[in-house]
């Protein structure tokens, strides 16, 4: 098994801390250990105060998964595996494929959720967005002829990095069809739930198929990502028992400390998902009067859902972009060839707070052009 550099996670750890303006984040605003602390109730509070940091049970605590369930209806605590984003999708991708297994993909997206089937020897068919009139969308139709290839696993994300695309709940029910009928297996990558622009999420794939896999955790809609703290969701209790036997050979378990913040985030998820909503909400007619000023020198639409979108950048190339606005302008962008995907457009950030000084930083670079 021989992975590839993840060009993405290389790009970022170029730039993330030594640029000061970033532009490209997927996460929203961080909350600080006080913040997150503040919101929790006396029952929460006192635990936290006398909490033992010894080891945690592997499958994250019987508590913490009853929180975490309550979000998935028809699932009990039994149905959840606790676990790092990353290496959720990591699990999951080892226990379930093999060599030469059929894999359909969302595409572009994030590497983990295709690179470690294409190391593991699976063959790849890329359900790709398309872009008409600066708007992104996945055609079923596409999705249904590479289901003629009888793929083991579908692995979609949505809402979707880096587009911002989703699906409709009648598109979301023609997936759900389209690949209970192939008798493939679905994996959900769903870590931007929460923060649809209209505030209406779709169900979580694991409570529509038994043998689907639902990926969340508190990285994005919670702005939590510095918890490290996210969960895998579904009905197969065969598959749940495979996953938790790779894990006895990673993390095996959670911090303690991370587990009860968790607790106290999802105790409080109504108010932190609104928090990052609102975040969102202020920042996107400042991106819409941005793109609608510099039409001509980039353009796209604004995130149907999701912290992230997808501009086209009308120079000669979008990576030698972002690399001088790096130097000259201190503002981290993140160019399409992180994706393999080309090298004509640049993903935009709207979770934090920061976001109106970037932008500015952004329209100078522009303006010099």
Known sequence: MSLRPFALERYFARYEFSTPHLLSSSDCEALTLTELLSHASPADRLVWDNLSLGYTESPGHPVLRAAI????????????????????????????????????????????????ARSLGCHLHFWQSREEDGQWHFPLADLEALLAHNPTLVVVNFPHNPTGAT???????????????????LFSDEMYRGLEANRKPLPPAATLLPNALSLAGLSKAYGLAGLRLGWLATRDTDALSRLQTY????????????????LIALHNSEKLRLRALSILDQNRPLLAAFLSRYSHKISGALPAAGPVCFLRYHGPSASAFAEHTASSHGLMLLPSTVYDYGDSHLRLGLGRL?????LDRLSAALELQ
């Open 167 to 185: 699906l409709s709940p009648t598109e979301w029910q023609s997936l759900i069809d389209l690949v209970s009928r192939s008798g493939a297996r």
């Open 354 to 358: 920061s976001f109106p000084d970037a």
């Open 247 to 262: 894990k006895d050979y990673t993390t095996i378990c959670s911090p303690a400390p991370v587990e009860h913040l968790a």
């Open 69 to 116: 369930a309550h979000d998935y209806p028809g699932l009990s605590p039994n149905d959840i595996l606790t676990a790092v984003p990353e290496e959720a999708i990591y699990l999951a991708m080892r226990t379930l494929l093999s060599p030469g297994d059929h894999v359909v993909v969302t595409f572009p997206g994030y590497q983990s959720l295709y690179e470690i």
